[in-house]
Every structure is written in structure tokens, then in C-alpha cells.
């Protein structure tokens, strides 16, 4: 076929039909370094799922923009609003290998997608994905950091860990909130979301010493992807050196091992903080992947 003959890729806004493909595309490639994004899952099942039912502020077809040549999909780009936060999270470009040139044009036909109430959009791209990478220093994103996941698998797990902590009470509730907001000052939940989110799969662990909340753990199961995450994790500084860490970490993957559905359980971490990668990989977690955290301001706060 002479390359006259070859279309210029199509640019199409989402349709919920076209959902599954969609999932099942950006699961081939987010289990690949070169085109990984942190944001998602490598499962076209937990995918799917999550496009159809998580992204309530604004739904699947009205954030997501693909690119078809010759009928077949290459390359796909969309945004997890929160209104709440005033942020959405970027999902991609996910692009072919060798249709990289259109994660820009993909970009720049989802940037008027985002609602007004967006006033803040990042991206989390695995330190080898250059096509991500270079789209966010193209359109001016700043790199916040550099972040580390590891992950442990059941069978790296020995059951002589097996360790029982309480769950966070009412009663602890204010301390708790308290200590993760002062550890974790600008983060995705606040420690009052996280008290709103606490359901049987998601869970604060609690450390208590001399009647004070020494320190947490929040972590959440999802049994029915066999997947599990520690979300924070925090000792409050007057109680640290005392292993206290490594118990809450001990009690928590005990309790996320306790689930037979889950075979891996994952942990994010600045790639900066020494003292907890090497506190993780003690107890059994691996270096899995290192992301860049990219965000841009679109708006002054007023």
C-alpha cells in the first residue's frame, strides 16, 4: 500500500460503547514501563469498572478523547475529576509505539473538556514513559516530585507476621486526624475524608501508647481485583525510634493478607524518603516502579 493511502488518525470524544476497548487498551499498555501511568490499574476488568462507576464528577464519555487509524484504536487520553479538590488527575496520553507524535494533538483536545471547577491537573508517569513526560514539560507542568512503588506479593509474605492491631475508635478520631493532616499537609484525602471512607475493605489501624494515638495506618482492599494498597501510614514524631512503625506496617499486611482474594499489595512512597523505603523492603516489599508527579496550576486560586 503506498503511504498516500494511509489516513491520518482520527480524533473521537468517548462514547460509553466504546468503554471496554478503551479499558482493555490502556491495560495492555500501562503494564508496559515505557507507557505506565501511576494513576491506573494494569487489569482491564478493574479498569473498566473503575471508568464505569468511580468517575462520577464527570463521567467516562464526557473525559476521555481517543485517536483511531484505520479503524483501530492508537492512541487514548482522559482526566478523574474531583470537584471537590478542584483537581483531576491525568489518565495518560496512552499512545502506540509508533504513534507517540499524537499524545500531544490528544492532549490538546481533551484540555477543553475540563470543566470550570478544575483548577488544578496532574500527571504521573513512570520515569521511562518519555512520551508522558515530554507532553507535561510541553505544556508546562512542574515537577513536584519523585515518587517509589513498591509491592509485595503473598508469596513473598510469611504468615509469622502475623500480627493483630485494634482499628481506629471514635474516640480517636480527632488524634488521628490531627497526626495525618500535620504528616500529610497537601494530599489527595484529608483525615476527615479518611474517617468518611472507613467500610469493611478500607481501614485505620491505630498505635496507642500511653493513652495517646502513637501512630496509623490507612489501607484499602479491593478483594475483588486480588489488589490491596497502604494509602498513610504515620508515627507521631514524640513516639518515634520505638519500632512503632514496623509494627503498624506488620499489623496491616497481615490484616490485607487475611483476605485469600488478595495476591498483591502495593505502597507509594517519595522516592526521597530513605528511612520508610528501607523500613518497607525490611519487611518484605520490592521496588516496583519510579514515577514523576507533575502538576499545573490552571487557574489562581482566588
Given at each position: 500500500?503506498?503511504?498516500?493511502?494511509?489516513?491520518?488518525?482520527?480524533?473521537?470524544?468517548?462514547?460509553?460503547?466504546?468503554?471496554?476497548?478503551?479499558?482493555?487498551?490502556?491495560?495492555?499498555?500501562?503494564?508496559?514501563?515505557?507507557?505506565?501511568?501511576?494513576?491506573?490499574?494494569?487489569?482491564?476488568?478493574?479498569?473498566?469498572?473503575?471508568?464505569?462507576?468511580?468517575?462520577?464528577?464527570?463521567?467516562?464519555?464526557?473525559?476521555?478523547?481517543?485517536?483511531?487509524?484505520?479503524?483501530?484504536?492508537?492512541?487514548?487520553?482522559?482526566?478523574?475529576?474531583?470537584?471537590e479538590q478542584k483537581s483531576a488527575e491525568v489518565w495518560g496520553p496512552f499512545v502506540e509505539a509508533n504513534h507517540q507524535d499524537q499524545a500531544i494533538y490528544l492532549f490538546k483536545e481533551m484540555l477543553p473538556l475540563l470543566p470550570s471547577e478544575v483548577e488544578r491537573l496532574s500527571m504521573f508517569p513512570n520515569k521511562v514513559n518519555e512520551t508522558v513526560v515530554t507532553t507535561a514539560t510541553?505544556?508546562?507542568?512542574?515537577?513536584?516530585?519523585?515518587?517509589?512503588?513498591?509491592?509485595?506479593?503473598?508469596?513473598?509474605?510469611?504468615?509469622?507476621?502475623?500480627?493483630?492491631?485494634?482499628?481506629?475508635?471514635?474516640?480517636?478520631?480527632?488524634?488521628?486526624?490531627?497526626?495525618?493532616n500535620l504528616a500529610f499537609p497537601d494530599t489527595y484525602y484529608t483525615g476527615e475524608e479518611i474517617i468518611k471512607r472507613i467500610n469493611e475493605h478500607r481501614k485505620v489501624f491505630c498505635y496507642l501508647r500511653?493513652?495517646?494515638?502513637?501512630?496509623?495506618?490507612?489501607?484499602?482492599?479491593?478483594?475483588?481485583?486480588?489488589?490491596?494498597?497502604?494509602?498513610?501510614?504515620?508515627?507521631?514524631?514524640?513516639?518515634?525510634?520505638?519500632?512503632?512503625?514496623?509494627?503498624?506496617?506488620?499489623?496491616?499486611?497481615?490484616?490485607?493478607?487475611?483476605?485469600?482474594?488478595?495476591?498483591?499489595?502495593?505502597?507509594?512512597?517519595?522516592?526521597?524518603?530513605?528511612?520508610?523505603?528501607?523500613?518497607?523492603?525490611?519487611?518484605?516489599?520490592?521496588?516496583?516502579?519510579?514515577?514523576?508527579?507533575?502538576?499545573?496550576?490552571?487557574?489562581?486560586?482566588?
Amino acid at each position: 500500500m503506498g503511504s498516500g493511502e494511509m489516513k491520518e488518525p482520527v480524533i473521537f470524544f468517548s462514547s460509553s460503547d466504546l468503554l471496554e476497548e478503551v479499558a482493555s487498551f490502556i491495560a495492555r499498555l500501562n503494564g508496559q514501563s515505557r507507557s505506565h501511568i501511576g494513576y491506573c490499574g494494569k487489569k482491564q476488568q478493574e479498569i473498566s469498572s473503575y471508568l464505569q462507576n468511580e468517575l462520577t464528577d464527570v463521567p467516562f464519555e464526557k473525559a476521555f478523547v481517543l485517536a483511531y487509524k484505520n479503524e483501530t484504536l492508537i492512541g487514548v487520553v482522559g482526566f478523574d475529576a474531583d470537584f471537590e479538590q478542584k483537581s483531576a488527575e491525568v489518565w495518560g496520553p496512552f499512545v502506540e509505539a509508533n504513534h507517540q507524535d499524537q499524545a500531544i494533538y490528544l492532549f490538546k483536545e481533551m484540555l477543553p473538556l475540563l470543566p470550570s471547577e478544575v483548577e488544578r491537573l496532574s500527571m504521573f508517569p513512570n520515569k521511562v514513559n518519555e512520551t508522558v513526560v515530554t507532553t507535561a514539560t510541553n505544556f508546562n507542568f512542574s515537577k513536584q516530585s519523585e515518587q517509589a512503588i513498591l509491592i509485595m506479593r503473598r508469596n513473598d509474605y510469611s504468615a509469622s507476621q502475623v500480627s493483630k492491631l485494634p482499628f481506629l475508635t471514635e474516640q480517636r478520631n480527632g488524634e488521628m486526624i490531627r497526626l495525618h493532616n500535620l504528616a500529610f499537609p497537601d494530599t489527595y484525602y484529608t483525615g476527615e475524608e479518611i474517617i468518611k471512607r472507613i467500610n469493611e475493605h478500607r481501614k485505620v489501624f491505630c498505635y496507642l501508647r500511653e493513652d495517646k494515638l502513637a501512630g496509623y495506618i490507612y489501607v484499602e482492599v479491593e478483594p475483588e481485583f486480588s489488589e490491596a494498597s497502604i494509602e498513610f501510614f504515620a508515627v507521631d514524631e514524640s513516639f518515634r525510634g520505638q519500632s512503632i512503625g514496623k509494627e503498624l506496617l506488620k499489623g496491616a499486611v497481615s490484616w490485607i493478607f487475611s483476605f485469600k482474594e488478595i495476591e498483591e499489595l502495593q505502597l507509594c512512597v517519595n522516592s526521597t524518603n530513605n528511612h520508610a523505603i528501607r523500613l518497607y523492603q525490611k519487611a518484605g516489599f520490592k521496588l516496583s516502579d519510579e514515577l514523576y508527579f507533575f502538576q499545573k496550576q490552571l487557574k489562581v486560586p482566588v
